[in-house]
């Protein structure tokens, strides 16, 4: 996993306000969803518009668009994920949404036009 931090350099802490085992969960999910399928993971840090964005990027080789809204629903597994060497029962992208939400947080999924995948965690700033 390699993490690189875009926010502009201030002195100032970054806070948010969040459930922290939420929040840990959630992006304990994301990552090993990005190891797991693609092999590894970039973290990358960002500020915009009052928020935290927390970007999971991957290699991999991306989700089809007519999935990429269903890959948030329990029990749901893209076609090519089912192979049993992945394991997993289709619940750590719920589990991460819904972890989100309880920090008053969004989380979305998009293929990369250099292929892979970002899912972003927008946090609210305090």
């Known amino acids: 996993v390699e993490f690189v931090d875009e926010t502009p350099q201030s002195k100032d802490p970054l806070v948010v306000s969040a459930r922290t085992l939420c929040l ?22 960002k500020i915009s518009q009052g928020a935290a964005l927390v970007c999971v990027c991957d ?6 668009q007519e999935c990429l809204e269903h890959i948030f629903e329990p029990y749901y597994r893209v076609e090519g ?5 992945f394991g ?28 892979g995948l970002m899912a972003e965690l927008k946090i609210p700033l305090c």
């Open 24 to 45: 840990k969960r959630c992006l304990e999910n994301l990552i090993s969803n990005a190891c797991t399928y693609a092999g590894e993971a970039t973290l990358v840090l």
């Open 59 to 64: 290699r991999g080789p991306g989700i089809p």
């Open 81 to 85: 994920s089912r192979n049993r060497s």
């Open 88 to 115: 997993g029962t289709g619940l750590g992208l719920a589990i991460a949404r819904n972890m989100a939400i309880l920090n008053a947080a969004e989380l979305r999924v998009q293929n990369l036009a250099q292929g």
